[in-house]
């Protein structure tokens, strides 16, 4: 932490240390690498400047640490974990000294860590299903659905073997912004859920029609999720789609920007009335079984739809949830009604 040839007090090396590490942080350079036994030695520090009440002091260092430099080896890598823990340490002992400022500063930088763990947890998941590293489509790809929107680019593609293992690679080095995780990974590699999460925390991304790329987005992790398995039957798919709902919208709310309520409700009723079809594909080769099942499982399918709106929104009245989603049809009545006019509950209807 301290420079080469700086002088130091020997009467207080933690005061030196801390000044290090402050200035690191602030001008944005990192630290490192670290052997595992100087990182004891520093937490060791840490504990003790918290026993004395230097809770400012603590916080800086374990903020340097969390932004570390990783090196070659078991000996200088730094885990993401590792790196999560120091800095929510680190947002702590802020916390404590009332540093307003860089607690806002250091909680940012351990949310960014976090989307940065989740994405090698679940590129690390992905490659162990991997069936003998052969080049698999990742995602749903909502672009290839009829009616699916394409303003968050093309469906992804990549997920081989070699390419997994590069970005695992890159992951596990340098912290990297959020773009950078953003452009880069989540969205190339068909993390939509994260994608979303990204945006929430983000404020927006950019350029282009924020609306229309969440949407396409939603898109994206609905059919995910619907399609996750081709086995289960129709009510068991759209299960599988609300409980994506309910899981992910539950995390955005009360963000209007990323939880589109009107549009996951028509499209989760579009889905129960199998009116959201593939581009190209030829339909069901039992249609009449399926119209069937679908039939059955009208009302099943409206309560599930409502259910998970209401967990996005944490109300349990049916008036809370039709304001929450701003007169959608899966609050009003049992079957609904889509923008373009149909019936979507789980029956069809033909257009008047």
Same mark, same amino acid.
């Given at each position: 932490?301290?420079?080469? #040839?700086?002088?130091?007090?020997?009467?207080?090396?933690?005061?030196?240390?801390?000044?290090?590490?402050?200035?690191?942080?602030?001008? #944005?350079?990192?630290?490192?690498?670290?052997?595992?036994?100087?990182?004891?030695?520093?937490?060791?520090?840490?504990?003790? =400047?918290?026993?004395?009440? !230097?809770?400012?002091?603590?916080?800086?260092?374990?903020?340097?640490?969390?932004? %570390? !430099?990783?090196?070659?080896?078991?000996?200088?890598?730094?885990? =993401?974990?590792?790196?999560?823990?120091?800095?929510?340490?680190?947002?702590?002992?802020?916390?404590?000294?009332?540093?307003s400022a860089l607690v806002s500063r250091l909680?940012?930088?351990a949310k960014v860590f976090g989307f940065q763990?989740?994405?090698?947890?679940? /590129?690390?998941?992905?490659?162990?299903?991997?069936?003998?590293?052969?080049?698999?489509?990742?995602?749903?790809?909502?672009? *290839?659905?009829?009616?699916?929107?394409?303003?968050?680019?093309?469906?992804?593609? @990549?997920?081989?073997?070699?390419?997994?293992?590069?970005?695992? *690679?890159?992951?596990?080095?340098?912290?990297?912004?959020?773009?950078?995780?953003?452009?880069?990974?989540?969205?190339?590699?068909?993390?939509?859920?994260?994608?979303?999460?990204?945006?929430?925390?983000?404020?927006?991304?950019?350029?282009?029609?924020?609306?229309?790329?969440?949407?396409?987005?939603?898109?994206?992790? &609905? &059919?995910?999720?619907?399609?996750?398995?081709?086995?289960?039957?129709?009510?068991?798919?759209?299960? %599988?789609?609300?409980?994506?709902?309910?899981?992910?919208?539950?995390?955005?709310?009360?963000?209007?920007?990323?939880?589109?309520?009107?549009?996951?409700?028509?499209?989760?009723?579009?889905?129960?009335?199998?009116?959201?079809?593939?581009? #190209?594909?030829? @339909?069901?080769?039992?249609?009449?079984?399926? *119209?069937?099942?679908?039939?059955?499982?009208?009302?099943?399918?409206?309560?599930?739809?409502?259910?998970?709106?209401?967990?996005?929104?944490?109300?349990? %009245?049916? @008036?809370? /949830?039709?304001?929450?989603?701003?007169?959608?049809?899966?609050? %009003?009545? !049992?079957?609904?009604?889509?923008?373009? #006019?149909?019936?979507?509950?789980?029956?069809?209807?033909?257009? *008047?």
């Open positions: 932490l301290v420079p080469p #040839g700086s002088v130091t007090d020997p009467a207080d090396p933690a005061i030196t240390i801390a000044t290090a590490a402050a200035a690191a942080l602030n001008a #944005g350079v990192l630290i490192g690498p670290l052997t595992k036994a100087q990182v004891a030695m520093l937490e060791l520090l840490c504990s003790m =400047l918290v026993r004395k009440g !230097r809770f400012l002091d603590a916080a800086l260092v374990y903020g340097a640490l969390g932004c %570390r !430099r990783s090196g070659p080896g078991a000996d200088l890598s730094v885990s =993401l974990d590792s790196r999560v823990a120091a800095m929510q340490s680190a947002v702590l002992h802020a916390r404590s000294a009332g540093a909680d940012s930088d763990d989740a994405i090698v947890k679940r /590129l690390q998941e992905r490659q162990r299903n991997q069936d003998g590293g052969a080049g698999w489509r990742v995602g749903g790809g909502a672009g *290839a659905m009829e009616g699916g929107p394409e303003a968050a680019g093309p469906a992804a593609t @990549g997920g081989t073997a070699l390419e997994l293992e590069r970005a695992l *690679a890159e992951l596990s080095g340098a912290p990297l912004d959020l773009s950078e995780l953003y452009n880069a990974y989540a969205q190339p590699f068909g993390l939509w859920d994260i994608c979303l999460q990204m945006i929430r925390f983000a404020g927006g991304c950019g350029n282009g029609d924020p609306p229309a790329v969440v949407r396409t987005l939603w898109d994206h992790e &609905l &059919l995910r999720a619907h399609g996750s398995c081709r086995t289960a039957s129709p009510i068991g798919r759209l299960e %599988r789609a609300c409980d994506a709902v309910s899981n992910l919208g539950s995390s955005l709310y009360p963000d209007s920007l990323t939880l589109p309520l009107m549009h996951i409700a028509w499209r989760l009723e579009s889905l129960a009335a199998g009116l959201w079809k593939r581009r #190209g594909s030829n @339909g069901d080769g039992n249609a009449a079984a399926t *119209a069937t099942a679908m039939g059955e499982a009208a009302d099943r399918s409206s309560e599930l739809i409502v259910q998970a709106l209401k967990v996005c929104c944490r109300c349990l %009245r049916g @008036g809370d /949830l039709g304001r929450a989603i701003g007169g959608s049809s899966a609050s %009003r009545c !049992r079957c609904g009604s889509s923008p373009d #006019g149909r019936c979507l509950g789980g029956r069809r209807r033909r257009d *008047a």
